[in-house]
C-alpha cells in the first residue's frame, strides 16, 4: 500500500487534484489511496507518522502559510527519507528551489494544461507505485486481485489468512489493512513457501509474526495484538515449525525458542 497525501491551499484545485488521484488509481487498479487532502501544511507533516505506511505526497509551491511547498518538502523529505514528493504547481521558475532545498523531487509538474496535467498526475501515480514495488525488503510477494484493484502483498506483512463469511472468499490480514478475495485455503496452501502452516481448518499463519501462543484456549496471538485459532490436530505441528524456523517442522528440539514465541 503507497498512501498518497495532498496539500493544496486552494480548495476548489485541492477537491479537483483528489478527484483526479482518486480516479487515476481506480482506473490503473493501483494499491494507492488518498490517506490525506488537506490545506494545512501541519496536517501533512504529522499524519504519515500515525499511518506507519510509505508515502507519496503532491504539494503545492504557493500554501499561503509561512513556510512554502518547498520548504514543506525539505521537511518531509528528513522525516521521511524514504518517501515520494511531487510538486504540483503554477509557477515552473521555482524548480530550481528544490535543489537549493535539498528535496529530491520524484516529479514536478505544471497545472496550466488541465488535460496534460491529468495526464502527467496519471502517469507519475503510476511510476511511483512502479518504483515503491521495487524498492528493498522481502523478495518474496503474492499477487491478490479484488473487486478494485491488483494487490502486491509482500510474504513478511502477512498475519495469517483466514476463511471469510462471503462465499469463495479468502481474508488476508496484514498488520494494517484486511483484504478479501476470492479463493480457498486449500489452493492458497500451494502457492506459498515454508514460512506459513496450515494451523487450523479456517486459517493458515504466518509463524514468523507469530507472538505467543495460549496453549489452553489454542489462541494465536499475532505481533500486532490480533488473533487467530489452532485446533488440537495441528497445534504440535505449529510448534515445530516455530522452532525450527519454518512451517515444515522439526523433531529435533522440543523446546521453544524464546525471541521467536512464548507459549503459556
Not at 508515502?55 to 514543506?72: E, H, M, P, R, V
Not at 491488483?150 to 495469517?160: A, G
Not at 509474526?209 to 499475532?222: G, T
Request: glycine share 4%; hydrophobic share 35%; proline share 2%.
Amino acid at each position: 500500500m503507497l498512501n498518497v497525501y495532498i496539500c493544496e491551499d486552494n480548495k476548489q484545485q485541492r477537491e479537483q487534484l483528489e478527484r483526479i488521484v482518486t480516479h487515476s488509481i481506480i482506473r490503473q487498479r493501483l494499491d494507492m489511496k488518498v490517506a490525506l487532502s488537506s490545506g494545512d501544511y501541519l496536517d501533512i507533516l504529522e499524519q504519515p507518522r500515525c499511518d506507519g505506511l510509505p508515502s507519496l505526497f503532491l504539494l503545492d509551491i504557493d500554501l499561503k502559510a509561512d513556510i512554502n511547498g518547498i520548504q514543506l518538502g525539505g521537511i518531509l523529505r528528513d522525516r521521511y527519507p524514504d518517501c515520494f514528493i511531487v510538486f504540483v504547481t503554477t509557477h515552473s521558475e521555482l524548480s530550481y528551489l528544490t535543489f537549493q532545498y535539498k528535496v529530491e523531487a520524484f516529479d514536478f509538474i505544471i497545472k496550466d494544461n488541465p488535460e496534460q496535467f491529468h495526464m502527467r498526475v496519471e502517469e507519475c501515480l503510476r511510476k511511483a507505485y512502479e518504483r515503491h514495488l521495487k524498492k528493498g525488503g522481502d523478495s518474496c510477494r503474492m499477487t491478490i486481485e479484488t473487486d478494485e484493484a491488483i494487490i502486491n502483498v509482500k510474504y513478511e506483512d502477512v498475519l495469517f489468512f483466514e476463511t471469510s463469511s462471503s462465499p469463495h472468499k479468502i481474508k488476508l490480514h496484514e498488520r494494517n489493512r484486511q483484504i478479501e478475495f476470492y479463493g480457498t485455503l486449500k489452493e492458497l496452501e500451494k502457492q506459498l513457501d515454508d514460512r506459513f502452516y496450515r494451523c487450523h481448518k479456517a486459517y493458515i499463519v504466518n509463524v514468523d509474526n507469530i507472538r505467543e501462543i495460549d496453549k489452553l484456549k489454542r489462541v494465536v496471538h499475532m505481533i500486532n495484538g490480533e488473533t487467530c485459532y489452532v485446533s488440537f490436530r495441528y497445534y504440535s505441528g505449529l510448534v515445530k515449525a516455530m522452532q525450527s524456523g519454518t512451517a515444515e517442522g522439526s523433531l529435533e528440539d522440543d523446546s521453544l525458542q524464546k525471541h521467536r514465541a512464548r507459549t503459556y
